[in-house]
């Protein structure tokens, strides 16, 4: 019985890691392999079979490549982990961190996207490199765990606390990354695995993933190992968005870890360096850091084909989950994106760009901090929240009306 059982666990596993290094790939190690191979050195995890027939749109009277196909594209901020938020979250019985009550109601947004991304800002460093909060952060690897039941299928790294824990820190959270089955970009474990192109198809559209930081909070990157962290440099990143177009995405995210705390609007630098991007081919934008909420832009351009071309930029999403209260930074938001591919000419367009407002809900019991990441539309139109009263309502109305109005203020 135990033989069976260990066969179909190994079963299991080679059936993950072959859907993390692709779909022909037999190479269980953790070592990645060169990006020139067979398949590209992408990664497709849910290559085959194709996960959601649904998301077809065949045109039943005309020709085959008149054909669309849709997909749903979703990303929240920051994921943090202050030192209060760690006792609640502590089951005595089995002695393991629980996360997962922190997304339990935006869980059906976020299990809603093919692609579901989130910046992880914290790593997961293990027991034994002590967990702590502000200013060197280091989380259980339950971390992983709760983003992966959330429906967060893609995380990006690369962030200024990345390197808290050295190496080891980024090495470690790789792993438990992994053993989730969850992609990441942002960090690597060796050279020839930050070159590795990322790109996570869904419903027949490769979107490729990218993600930067503008630093480490001044802890030196070990030397001779760069690729452990993927810094801002703006000529490797239009390099690496034309390798992605070489190598078949059919659009491209870039995680964006920039900008200054607290600031409600983006900076110049921030604005050029994202429609430099934009221009080198990027689609969508996704900005974090700020741990506030910032506008986003549509923009819309015409490509030298004639085809117009509307690309996102989304400066900040704010916290998603943090112990930060206060000046908005208990607020964040959920993108979410309708992606449509049209496969005789291969353009993909955003027919629907949303953004769904978040608050974390901080509150007591049995003494311990609780938090929940709240939608806030569902919310305010529900009223049925435990905990919340008349006057918290009325509270989060205005700043509900004061974050759109954010939102919206670079639109034109
Ligand atoms: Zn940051």
Not at 31 to 45: H, I, L, M
Not at 161 to 167: P, V
Request: hydrophobic share 35%.
């Amino acid at each position: 019985m135990k033989l069976i059982r260990t066969a179909v666990i190994v079963i299991l596993l080679t059936l993950v890691l072959s859907a993390c290094f692709g779909p022909t790939s037999t190479d269980t190690s953790r070592e990645p392999r060169p990006p020139q191979t067979s398949d590209n050195g992408t990664q497709k995890p849910d290559d085959h079979p194709p996960d959601k027939p649904a998301g077809e749109t065949p045109d039943a009277t005309g020709p085959e490549t008149d054909r669309t196909t849709e997909a749903v594209w979703i990303a929240a901020g920051d994921v943090m982990m202050h030192t209060p938020q760690y006792p609640g979250s502590y089951d005595s019985k089995s002695k393991r961190y629980v996360f997962d009550p922190f997304f339990e109601k935006v869980r059906p947004i976020l299990e809603e996207g093919d692609w579901s991304i989130v910046n992880l800002e914290v790593p997961l460093g293990g027991e034994d490199l002590k967990y702590t909060g502000y200013p060197l952060f280091n989380a259980p690897p339950e971390m992983a765990e709760a983003l992966k039941n959330s429906g967060i299928n893609i995380v990006g790294t690369a962030n200024n606390h990345a390197l808290d824990r050295g190496e080891k820190g980024v090495l470690r959270t790789i792993a438990a990354l992994e053993e989730q089955g969850l992609i990441y970009k942002g960090t690597a474990g060796s050279q020839a695995e930050a070159e590795q192109a990322v790109i996570v198809e869904k419903n027949e559209i490769k979107m490729g993933f990218l993600a930067y930081t503008y630093g480490t909070n001044g802890i030196p990157v070990p030397e001779g190992k760069p690729y452990l962290i993927s810094l801002i440099d703006e000529q490797r990143m239009v390099e690496d968005i034309e390798k992605l177009k070489a190598e078949g995405a059919d659009f491209i995210t870039v995680n964006l870890h920039f900008g200054i705390e607290y600031q409600f609007q983006p900076n110049e630098e921030q604005q050029r360096l994202a429609h430099r991007l934009i221009e080198a081919g990027a689609d969508i934008i996704a900005g974090s850091h700020p741990h506030v909420v910032q506008p986003y832009e549509v923009v819309d351009t015409v490509n030298a084909d004639g085809n117009s071309r509307r690309s996102v930029i989304i400066y900040s999403m704010g916290n998603f989950i943090s112990n930060q209260q206060g000046d908005f930074k208990d607020y964040g938001v959920i993108f979410r994106i309708h992606v449509r591919k049209q496969h005789r000419t291969g353009q993909v367009e955003f027919t629907k760009i949303e953004p769904i407002p978040t608050w974390v809900y901080k509150y007591k019991k049995n003494g311990l901090n609780q938090y929940r990441i709240l939608p806030l539309d569902e919310t305010l139109s529900k009223r049925n929240q435990p905990g919340l009263s008349l006057g918290d309502y009325k509270q989060l109305e205005s700043s509900l009306k004061i974050l759109n109005k954010r939102l919206e203020s670079m639109l034109k």
